[in-house]
């Protein structure tokens, strides 16, 4: 079955500083993975998907991911976090179709 | 711009009277879909539309069903809403059945029972 794991349930980083937050897989065939933000009390927002081809992804918003296939990961990354990065952040596979699979999501806090 | 809008955005009702959460988008997708949040929790497909077609989840409670009139209005609704049913309701569409094709989300619909 299709999974996404997210290892921790909190992130804290302080502004300015790189930011990582972590995404393992356990998909069959080639894996399409996402990754989404969801502020306080607002729907998710796509941030940016792997596909294939190119094992770092650039999104949104500054947002990049590093796709590896030999250790099943997906972190999402920033160079230089802000205040407003401050969110909930969610990793996703797809199953049969279009359905999406959820990690459990990481909050992250950057503080000023 | 283009979006999916999802009224309203705070819905209170009691429990056991039934509720209906409704969903636009001006997207144009094929593809609609309604999740279930609870408090921080990941978001739970309950079931999708494409097109016409109606996908439900195996684990979808027989208390939620849901309506497409058209491509652009989708409705869940609740028939006798419990207290576990309290959540963050979520549409979502993509613009196909292609598992490469990102999902646009509405704000959502808090529904609290009284």
């Known amino acids: 079955a299709q999974s996404v794991a997210q290892p921790e349930d909190q992130v804290k980083v302080a502004e300015g500083n790189p930011l990582t937050v972590k995404c393992t897989y356990s998909v069959s065939g080639n894996p399409y993975l996402f990754w989404y933000v969801q502020y306080p009390n607002r729907g998710l927002q796509f941030l940016l998907k792997y596909i294939t081809g190119d094992n770092l992804v650039k999104g949104s918003y500054g947002f990049e991911a590093e796709f590896n296939k030999s250790q099943t990961s997906f972190h999402l990354k920033k160079p230089s976090a802000l205040v407003s990065d401050s969110a909930l952040y969610f990793c996703?596979?797809?199953?049969?179709?279009?359905?999406?699979?959820f990690g459990k999501g990481t909050t992250l806090s950057v503080s000023s | 711009d283009a979006m999916v809008i999802q009224n309203p955005r705070y819905q209170v009702t009691q429990f056991g009277k039934p509720v209906t959460l409704s969903c636009s988008q001006t997207?144009?997708?094929?593809?609609m879909y309604w999740y279930q949040q609870k408090s921080s929790q990941a978001p739970k497909l309950l079931f999708h539309y494409y097109d016409k077609d109606f996908n439900n989840e195996a684990d979808t409670p027989d208390n939620f069903q849901s309506r497409r009139p058209n491509t652009s209005f989708c409705f869940l609704d609740i028939r006798s809403p419990g207290l576990g049913d309290a959540a963050m309701y979520l549409c979502a569409t993509s613009r196909a059945t292609e598992s490469n094709q990102p999902q646009h989300f509405g704000d959502g619909t808090r529904l609290s029972i009284l």
């Open positions: 997207l144009n997708h094929n593809v």
């Open positions: 996703a596979t797809t199953k049969a179709g279009t359905a999406l699979i």
